[in-house]
């Protein structure tokens, strides 16, 4: 395969193609190396699979659909443009960190395909927050701007975790995406606020920042403490816990 030359679009075409399964240019592919670069184009995936979901919602809000059947069937449109690739992710992480009794048996679990206790118990927490929360704010419209917020910001920060965190493996995703450069996880990072306080407002917007960056930090210290480091199901855990401790900010913020 060619060498990676990078650029605005081919990076954003790497992010597209990797996290989600939007069927664009299916003969599109790349070296995993290549998410050193394109990861700071993480937070406009974000904003890709945020308004996709958040279209849904409103839709089903506007045809009279109850919020919490509008809300539950847009976080379901969600996990279906992204493969539930996060979701997969998390429960992967609850299995390993919840059953293993070193990081060797940890790592071991994590990678098996089987979902146990932990994972099954993990997503079901995980949806049913998400809905919950969605379907607790009374203004559709504001549903659908948190939703796209809850988005950007959380993909936006999984660029600072593959900066500051070491491979807890010699393969698999995250080694092979290898540490980026600093300008990565800066520039995901100022594109996450402008689109938060741009959609949110700076208050609110300010809130969602600060709720994403605290599951964040928080996931990435347990993920340390646990096998070292990160892996690539220690990266979509950390979306998935920023994302909902965003989702959960933000309505309690506005609710």
Do not use: N
Not at 168 to 191: K, N, Y
Request: hydrophobic share 55%; glycine share 14%; charged share 10%.
């Amino acid at each position: 395969m060619p060498a990676y030359k990078g650029g605005w679009i081919q990076d954003f075409m790497v992010a597209l193609v990797f996290m989600t399964r939007l069927p664009l240019q299916p003969a599109f592919t790349f070296d995993i190396r290549a998410l050193k670069s394109a990861c700071r184009a993480f937070a406009l995936v974000g904003l890709v699979v945020g308004g996709i979901t958040g279209t849904v919602y409103i839709l089903g809000a506007f045809v009279g659909l109850p919020l919490v059947v509008a809300a539950l069937i847009a976080i379901a449109a969600q996990m279906i443009v992204t493969g539930a690739l996060h979701e997969d992710a998390i429960a992967d992480v609850a299995d390993g960190f919840g059953g293993g009794a070193d990081k060797e048996k940890k790592l071991a679990i994590m990678r098996d395909s089987r979902v146990g206790t932990y994972g099954v118990v993990a997503l079901i927490v995980i949806i049913g927050l998400k809905v919950a929360a969605i379907s607790g704010v009374s203004d559709p419209l504001l549903g659908f701007a948190i939703l796209v917020v809850a988005a950007v910001v959380s993909r936006g920060l999984i660029p600072w975790a593959l900066y500051v965190l070491p491979s807890a493996r010699s393969d698999g995703l995250g080694h092979g995406a290898g540490r980026p450069e600093f300008m990565a996880p800066l520039v995901s990072t100022i594109m996450s606020v402008l689109i938060a306080v741009l959609v949110l407002g700076p208050q609110i917007g300010a809130i969602a920042l600060l709720a994403g960056i605290i599951g964040a930090c928080v996931t990435g210290l347990i993920a340390k403490r646990q096998i070292g480091g990160q892996t690539g199901d220690v990266l979509g855990a950390i979306q998935q816990i920023s994302e909902i401790c965003i989702l959960i900010a933000c309505v309690g913020a506005v609710g």
